[in-house]
T-cell receptor
Framework: DGGITQSPKYLFRKEGQNVTLSCEQN?????MYWYRQDPGQGLRLIYY???????QKGDIAEGYSVSREKKESFPLTVTSAQKNPTAFYLC?????????????FGPGTRLTVT | KNQVEQSPQSLIILEGKNCTLQ??????????LRWYKQDTGRGPVSLTI???SENTKSNRRYTATLDADTKQSSLHITASQLSDSASYIC????????????WGAGTKLIIKP
């Protein structure tokens, strides 16, 4: 998990509420990513950010929003528009010097919406 | 369509035994292939990364192979330990993408004493 912190570890919300997942890193990495993991499926990219104040949609961005106001922080908001928000959410980083584009992952947040 | 398929979906072996996990991909143009280990409820951790020109790479008891012609990779685990129980995920990166990885669904490995 290194210098990537995701909080909380477990999160419970009622349907219809927005919820924000935290991701903080002290690796001085430029790029940050949010993935969603569901049982029996590969990780799917939600949003990514290559630099502060810039971010791009991934494959499944609908119902999610992000911000990148600081290099260290990349919070993900799961909105009420997300049809099936219960999942394991992983934040990752990648440094600009990494020629192999290695990604480093946080410990994850398990979100349960009822 | 870029895809990564892994087999078997799950595997149970006795402690001390060897095993081999498979990964087939259709990603093009190919850049590199990685194997990650993911413990339950944790983030994935990289085991190996292989480029087009590499066909074998070892990391302690893990040996990955890559056949770029047949677009297949394998991860061999030698003398398994209880701590090897985890999901093993194959991930392929396309050369024209500098951010996106194509993830396999993983093989869930259980080591029994």
């Amino acid at each position: 998990d290194g210098g990537i912190t995701q909080s909380p570890k477990y999160l419970f919300r009622k349907e219809g509420q927005n919820v924000t997942l935290s991701c903080e890193q002290n690796l001085n990495h430029d790029a940050m990513y949010w993935y969603r993991q569901d049982p029996g499926q590969g990780l799917r990219l939600i949003y990514y950010s290559q630099i502060v104040n810039d971010f791009q949609k991934g494959d499944i961005a609908e119902g999610y929003s992000v911000s990148r106001e600081k290099k260290e922080s990349f919070p993900l908001t799961v909105t009420s528009a997300q049809k099936n928000p219960t999942a394991f959410y992983l934040c990752a980083t990648r440094g600009a010097a990494e020629s192999s584009y290695e990604q480093y992952f946080g410990p994850g947040t398990r979100l349960t919406v009822t | 369509k870029n895809q990564v398929e892994q087999s078997p979906q799950s595997l149970i072996i006795l402690e001390g035994k060897n095993c081999t996990l498979q990964c087939n991909y259709t990603v093009s143009p190919f850049s590199n292939l990685r194997w990650y280990k993911q413990d339950t409820g944790r983030g994935p951790v990289s085991l190996t990364i292989m480029t087009f020109s590499e066909n074998t790479k070892s990391n302690r008891r893990y040996t990955a192979t890559l056949d770029a012609d047949t677009k297949q990779s394998s991860l061999h685990i030698t003398a398994s330990q209880l701590s090897d129980s985890a999901s093993y995920i194959c991930v392929v990166s396309a050369r024209d993408s500098n951010y996106q990885l194509i993830w396999g669904a993983g093989t869930k490995l259980i080591i029994k004493p």
